[in-house]
């Protein structure tokens, strides 16, 4: 049987995820890098999960609300501002979840358009970002690059699936905080449908 670890920043986000065969185990990482490293880091130590699955909120400056974005690819943009040569961002868990054979079907999926798309970035920062700025990637969080990061550095396999809730620069704050019950129900619908393959 696989062992699951499912991550989740606030309890606003929390879903329950099943999967055939595998037993899954939920934490709450808390807001931002620092906690969802010491979380993460701890309960790696722990218990070695065959999969980590980070799912929660995030904004976006090119995609719509509603949107449901599957990350294999993560930066770290307070990194990236101060540009520090070599300092580990951006990074990819795609290698170690080819070679465990995992979520190679997860797609993300715009359910207005029902179109699919793959290959997309999560931007991490210490801050909700509510101007847009200079942001490179897809969906924007508070955690995601941190718990790749822990995850790569146990070799363990990650990904992130992130509900959009909000538009960067268009009352982020009020539109998250409006939009967490859809999130749940729509990350539920997502993992509803999908294998661990």
Not at 7 to 15: D, F, L, M, N, Q
Not at 49 to 70: E, K, R
Not at 161 to 183: F, H, P
């Amino acid at each position: 049987m696989k062992k699951i670890l499912a991550i989740h920043a606030v309890e606003g986000e929390r879903i329950n995820l099943h999967f055939e065969g595998a037993e899954v185990t939920q934490l709450q990482t808390g807001v931002g890098k620092a906690q969802t490293a010491i979380r993460l880091t701890q309960a790696l130590s722990q218990t070695r999960p065959d999969l980590v699955i980070n799912y929660g909120s995030a904004g976006t400056l090119t995609h719509n609300v509603g949107d449901l974005i599957v990350c294999r690819d993560f930066t770290d943009r307070d990194l990236e501002l101060i540009g520090i040569p070599d300092t580990g961002s951006p990074l990819s868990t795609s290698a170690l979840l080819e070679e465990a054979g995992l979520c190679s079907t997860w797609t993300s999926v715009t359910p207005q358009e029902t179109a699919f798309f793959a290959g997309h970035v999560c931007s991490t920062g210490d801050s909700f970002v509510t101007e847009t700025g200079n942001i490179r990637g897809d969906v924007v969080d508070m955690e995601a690059y941190a718990a790749a990061q822990a995850c790569l550095l146990h070799n363990v396999p990650f990904i992130s699936v992130k509900y959009v809730t909000d538009i960067v620069g268009q009352n982020s704050i009020r539109q998250w905080e409006e939009k967490l019950a859809d999130a749940r129900l729509g990350l539920k619908a997502f993992f509803s449908s999908r294998t661990l393959s």
